[in-house]
């Protein structure tokens, strides 16, 4: 069986380079054989040459390839096919083979598909060093990622975080800027290049802002981003959020309003909060939509860890779901055989698949009507119904007949003593006018409200520069301040 044994060269100084390393070198060069070299930008390698010891550098594959993940994943090929040609290798990384090293992480798992025997031998990582320096104790939580492919799901404020392979300014810009979607832009770091090299060696606290500013980056270099528990930093969390709810539902120490909650008992809260978005939206705010979508979501979390305490679901439930859905219902986006090339496509392909999910868990179909909430405000629930019936076939064929049925419902309304049933009639009428004029019925009245409002405002400002009030005006003058309004273009 072929055999490759990895070895590490140490974070870069001579006394750190493990003496298990050193006699595996020596060995393999008493015995002749050339020994598989990922980089030789490296500062242990100059000690070793001096010492006779001889290498096959693989830095050309860091030319040919575009990407991190195809050069590692060349050099880790090649490692397998020297070894599968000659017997056995010794291939030689930066630091420890099992940290930060992913042509290893490659060659064990192509080693077990093909059949070659890969060993893991002596090294010392950077890492070690990196946290004496920093005074850390990994035991304290831990995190260590890779800066040219850093996410901001993967960060966690409350653990200690390590960067390696911020090789240059372009990667520390990326990681600056990841980062700074979770710290303050003036946050400490520490910026580590070549700990424990002596005369290469330079460690530096600085704010995160800086860090790409540096001229002395390189392939040496990692960043260090320190635990914290400041409310500036872990109140951006959605689960330092779920905390705070859960311990304002502590049955000892919690809040007695939260406590007395129940799904049933939030509901009018949860419209209130939607609404309140709904009219953030409306009146253009993007900084009262922020806060306002922060009290939709308190309701969210307060009903899942209401759910939790029942044993029915939780907020990772509630996520799994709609996360599920999302994937499931845009095949034409996650990679399925679905193609929407517009947004109607793409609303028939939601219909479709919805439709599916319905037959599979067994859903018997009802009225077409079913799927519109009971609870829904009457104008939405008629546009929503309309538009149902219009799907199968129930509908005006021209806008023509609208405008007609408006007019009847007029008539009828002054001629009956229904009052209720027909003006009922009459919004119904509307509505439907207003889905076929492809205007949102909800939208069009509350941008009517908006106006009013504004001119109202108006007469009353004016009022009270006359040393009146609405109360003690005409409507003869109301109404003429009323005109003046629609002049000054209050809307």
């Excluded at 001096?50 to 050069?71: R, T």
């Excluded at 049925?405 to 207003?434: C, P, R």
């Amino acid at each position: 069986m072929a055999k490759v044994t990895i070895v590490g060269l140490g974070p870069g100084s001579w006394t750190g380079l493990p003496l298990g390393t050193y006699q595996i070198l020596e060995q393999e060069q008493k015995a002749g054989r050339s020994i598989l070299l990922r980089t030789e930008r490296h500062p242990v390698v100059s000690d070793l040459c001096a010492k006779g010891i001889v290498f096959s550098a693989l830095d050309s594959f860091y030319e040919e390839a575009e990407e991190f993940a195809e050069v590692y994943q060349r050099i880790a090929e090649h490692v397998l096919s020297e070894a599968q040609a000659r017997g056995e290798v010794v291939y030689a990384v930066p630091g420890h083979p099992g940290v930060a090293e992913s042509t290893v992480v490659i060659l064990r798992r192509l080693g077990r598909e093909r059949g070659t025997e890969v060993v893991i031998g002596p090294g010392h990582s950077f890492l070690d060093d990196l946290l004496v320096s920093v005074g850390v104790d990994p035991m304290d939580g831990l995190l260590l990622l890779d800066g040219t492919s850093l996410f901001p799901r993967q960060l966690n404020p409350s653990l200690h975080l390590v960067l390696a392979q911020v090789y240059n300014r372009d990667v520390a810009s990326d990681v600056k800027l990841t980062l700074m979607t979770q710290y303050p832009d003036d946050y400490e770091v520490t910026v580590a290049r070549a700990v424990g090299v002596e005369g290469l060696e330079r460690v530096e606290r600085m704010p995160l802002y800086m860090i790409d500013r540096l001229d002395w980056i390189d392939h040496l270099t990692t960043v260090y981003v320190p635990a914290t528990t400041s409310e500036e930093v872990v109140n951006r969390q959605l689960w330092r959020f779920v905390e705070i709810i859960a311990a304002l539902r502590d049955p000892d120490t919690g809040c007695p309003w939260d406590l007395k909650q129940t799904h049933k008992s939030l509901r009018k809260y949860l419209l209130e909060e939607a609404y309140e978005a709904a009219d953030a939206i409306d009146r253009d705010d993007p900084f009262e939509l922020a806060d306002e979508l922060g009290d939709v979501l308190l309701q969210i979390v307060l009903h899942a860890q209401i759910g939790s305490e029942e044993g029915t679901f939780d907020i990772h439930e509630v996520i799994r779901n709609v996360t599920d859905k999302m994937i499931r219902r845009h095949p034409h986006v996650f990679g399925g055989a679905m193609e929407a090339d517009t947004a109607d496509q793409v609303v028939a392909n939601w219909q479709e698949i919805k439709a599916q999910e319905k037959a599979e868990r067994g859903e018997v179909q009802g009225s077409v009507l079913d799927g519109v909430p009971a609870s829904l405000p009457a104008m939405t629930a008629a546009y929503k119904i309309q538009k149902k019936a219009a799907d199968v076939g129930f509908d005006w064929d021209d806008v023509s007949y609208v405008y007609q049925k408006v007019k009847e419902e007029i008539t009828e309304l002054e001629e009956t003593d229904d009052k209720q049933g027909e003006l009922g009639d009459l919004f119904f009428a509307l509505v439907n006018l207003a889905r076929f004029l492809k205007v949102d019925p909800e939208e069009a009245l509350a941008g009517t409200n908006r106006k009013f409002r504004s001119r109202f405002s108006y007469i009353e400002q004016r009022l009270r520069e006359q040393g009146k009030t609405p109360e003690q005006s005409t409507l003869e003058e109301m109404d003429r301040l009323w005109e003046e309004a629609k002049e000054a273009g209050k809307a």
